[in-house]
């Protein structure tokens, strides 16, 4: 098993688990691997050099980096999962039922679900507050 340094096109890094080179190629090719963060298929390999010598500072200062992306990342999925939790879905109906929120048409409560960058901008417009934020793959599903 070969346990591969990983990281998307928007730099968040991960591991990710293989049999062999050749199976981490033929994942990638076919398309079965994605950022667990942003769910994006532009997956690259990180070199890693386990066997050099480093000065203990260099090696120090790179995991204290590493460390803190960790835990952002893990900060950033805790507080996607809480506002899954604590919203309702609407889905494709969001622009419609934020239109009838912000005018006292219906109840008045946190929702979220799906807007073109178009309707999202015409929320604004109407002074209706709208935060666009990608949900990683995993979670759209049942929460666990």
């Given at each position: 098993m070969k346990v591969l340094n990983l990281r998307c096109a928007l730099d968040h890094r991960f591991e990710g688990w293989f049999a062999s080179d050749d199976d981490f190629h033929l994942q990638g090719e076919r398309g079965l691997m994605a950022c667990p963060l942003c769910d994006d298929k532009t997956i690259s390999r990180l070199p890693s050099a386990p066997r050099l010598n480093v000065s203990k500072h260099r090696e120090a200062l790179t995991a204290t980096t590493?460390?803190?992306?960790?835990?952002?990342?893990?900060?950033?999925?805790?507080a996607v999962c809480e506002m899954i939790q604590s919203t309702e879905d609407v889905g494709d109906r969001f622009p419609e039922e934020a239109r009838r929120i912000h005018y006292g048409e219906a109840q008045e409560r946190g929702i979220r679900g799906q807007a073109t960058p178009e309707d999202a901008a015409a929320l604004r417009e109407e002074g209706i507050e709208v935060v666009s934020m990608p949900v990683p793959q995993p979670l759209k599903g049942p929460l666990q």
């Open positions: 590493e460390i803190a992306h960790a835990r952002a990342q893990g900060q950033w999925m805790r």
